[in-house]
């Protein structure tokens, strides 16, 4: 009797329907990169997102002040530095905005404006309210129509960044 070899089906079907160790690791590697890519953009939408809500709730706080700033009177060049008590009026939380004119918080051109903390402002930093009469920003007030009382640069900025600007000009009677 002449023996014969059959190989197992078994181990033939292991060897054709597997994957090799090459393939698992090039595919687990593709998954990885893709992944991590994937886990880096969330994450860099996530800073966006919070950046934009950030610069938002700057900007609303900016227009608040600057809208404080348009309320108040002009004033006139003769007018005193704003007192620490006017000051205090004019930039806290409620409707009475104080005495404080706007000739009275002018600052001298390129100089450090007026500077305070809101208490329960979620980004923390420090505000800084800047009026002179440097109308193009370049440090002074020696360029034509700069250096007048009656027309005034308004600068709002948070922690050195400027956030916004206006220009106020003193009302048409008192000119």
Not at 21 to 38: A, F, G, N, P, R
């Amino acid at each position: 009797m002449s023996a014969r070899i059959v190989p197992l089906r078994g181990a033939r079907r292991r060897r054709q329907g597997g994957f090799s160790l090459l393939e698992v690791m090039l595919v687990s590697s593709m998954m990885m990169t893709v992944l991590t890519t994937i886990g880096v953009g969330l994450r860099a939408g996530h800073a966006s997102k919070r950046e934009m809500e950030r610069r938002a709730q700057l900007t609303v706080v900016a227009g608040e002040l600057l809208d404080r700033l348009f309320r108040i009177s002009y004033g006139s060049a003769g007018d005193a530095s704003a007192s620490n008590s006017q000051l205090t009026e004019l930039f806290d939380a409620d409707a009475d905005l104080g005495t404080a004119t706007v000739s009275s918080l002018r600052t001298a051109a390129g100089s450090t404006g007026y500077q305070f903390e809101i208490d329960d402002f979620p980004w923390g930093g420090q505000f800084e309210v800047r009026i002179d009469a440097d109308l193009n920003g370049d440090g002074d007030e020696s360029d034509e129509r700069e250096g007048r009382a009656d027309l005034l640069r308004l600068n709002v900025l948070w922690d050195g960044i400027l956030i916004l600007e206006s220009v106020r000009c003193a009302p048409w009677s008192s000119t």
